[in-house]
T-cell receptor, first 113, second 112 residues
Framework: DAKTTQPPSMDCAEGRAANLPCNHSTISGNEYVYWYRQIHSQGPQYIIHGLKNNETNEMASLIITEDRKSSTLILPHATLRDTAVYYCIVRGSGGTSYGKLTFGQGTILTVHP | NAGVTQTPKFRILKIGQSMTLQCTQD?????MYWYRQDPGMGLKLIYY???????DKGEVPNGYNVSRSTTEDFPLRLELAAPSQTSVYFCASSKGNTGELFFGEGSRLTVL
């Protein structure tokens, strides 16, 4: 699975949009981009995933560049409860990729009042 | 639905002791996983199972064993606990081979 690079930390004001970048320049054609977050001491929580098209759900939006080498997770109106570590993960779509979500260091997002 | 339930939440073991971390899910998911997370680090896959009676090793299986006799349960056994196994353990499940995993709240284990 392709490696990802994320900034170690980011800040955001409450009520503003949080834009979390991720670089995955070695991604291959059948690999998806997944985002998870982990609120302090809890189990990771799935947020969203995509292949090449932009995706939106009730939690966030995922913007993937046309060349698929980077993506941005957008939390449109960040709240204090969004303070967490956010993980960007690239994963193959089948074969021996069972559960192989490679969690790196992630980005620590701190939302300020 | 309770989702993925792990017990115990906290445990302290002495070196050489054995114990089993319990994991059960009520979502009828066929895939289940065990991860460990060391302080300040990401999660590492220990073992996974694609269905009852089938298990396989992940990245860091040494010192652990698993079994999957039912769809719901996926216990993780630690034999001869060592300080290096001090960690937070997360169980997860998914419906099929997808990347959308549902995680439990974790079991914090300390080996002294």
């Amino acid at each position: 699975d392709a490696k990802t690079t994320q900034p170690p930390s980011m800040d955001c004001a409450e009520g503003r949009a949080a834009n979390l970048p991720c670089n995955h320049s070695t991604i291959s054609g059948n690999e998806y981009v997944y985002w998870y977050r982990q609120i302090h001491s809890q189990g990771p929580q799935y947020i969203i995933h995509g292949l090449k098209n932009n995706e939106t759900n009730e939690m966030a939006s995922l913007i993937i560049t046309e060349d698929r080498k980077s993506s941005t997770l957008i939390l449109p109106h960040a709240t204090l409860r969004d303070t967490a570590v956010y993980y960007c993960i690239v994963r193959g779509s089948g074969g021996t990729s069972y559960g192989k979500l490679t969690f790196g260091q992630g980005t620590i997002l701190t939302v300020h009042p | 639905n309770a989702g993925v339930t792990q017990t115990p939440k906290f445990r302290i073991l002495k070196i050489g002791q054995s114990m089993t971390l319990q994991c059960t899910q009520d979502m009828n998911h066929n895939y289940m996983y065990w991860y460990r997370q060391d302080p300040g680090m990401g999660l590492k896959l220990i073992y996974y199972s694609v269905g009852a009676g089938i298990t396989d090793k992940g990245e860091v299986p040494n010192g652990y064993n698993v079994s999957r006799s039912t769809t719901e349960d996926f216990p993780l056994r630690l034999e001869l606990a060592a300080p290096s196994q001090t960690s937070v353990y997360f169980c997860a499940s998914s419906k099929g081979n997808t990347g959308e995993l549902f995680f439990g709240e974790g079991s914090r284990l300390t080996v002294l």
